[in-house]
C-alpha cells in the first residue's frame, strides 16, 4: 500500500511564501507523474503543477508564483509557493501516478491567504 503524507501547510498572510512537502513510502523514482492539486471550499479539485519525465507542469492559476522540485534520496515533492493571494486558500493535495495510470493521494494540507 502506497502512503503519501502531505505537510506545511498552515496560515499565511497576503504576499507571503509556503512550502509544501509531500513525502510517499515508495520509490518516486517509479513513478509516471507527480503532481500537486487543490481544492477550494465548495469547489473542484484543480491541478497545480506535476514533474514527468519531461520536467515540470504548471496549471494556469499560479504559474509565475510556484515551482515543484523533488528530492529523490528522500522520495519527497515539494511546492514552493509565492506571492499567495486570498483565493490561493485550499486543501492542497499530492498525487502520485503509475506508469499503469493507477494513482495515490494523500489527505492534503490546509493553507489559508489572510488579506
Known amino acids: 500500500q502506497v502512503q503519501v503524507a502531505e505537510s506545511g501547510g498552515g496560515l499565511v498572510q497576503f504576499g507571503g511564501s509556503l512550502t509544501l512537502s509531500c513525502t510517499a513510502s515508495?520509490?518516486?523514482?517509479?513513478?509516471?507523474?507527480l503532481g500537486w492539486y487543490r481544492q477550494a471550499p465548495g469547489g473542484e479539485r484543480e491541478f497545480i503543477a506535476e514533474?514527468?519525465?519531461?520536467?515540470?507542469i504548471y496549471g494556469d492559476s499560479m504559474k509565475g508564483r510556484i515551482a515543484i522540485s523533488r528530492n529523490n534520496a528522500k522520495n519527497t515533492l515539494y511546492l514552493q509557493m509565492n506571492s499567495l493571494k486570498p483565493e490561493d486558500t485550499a486543501i492542497y493535495y499530492c498525487?502520485?501516478?503509475?506508469?499503469?495510470?493507477?494513482?495515490?493521494w494523500g489527505q492534503g494540507t490546509q493553507v489559508t491567504v489572510s488579506s
Open positions: 498525487n502520485l501516478e503509475r506508469f499503469s495510470g493507477r494513482d495515490y
Open positions: 515508495v520509490n518516486i523514482t517509479t513513478m509516471y507523474a
Open positions: 514533474i514527468r519525465g519531461v520536467g515540470p
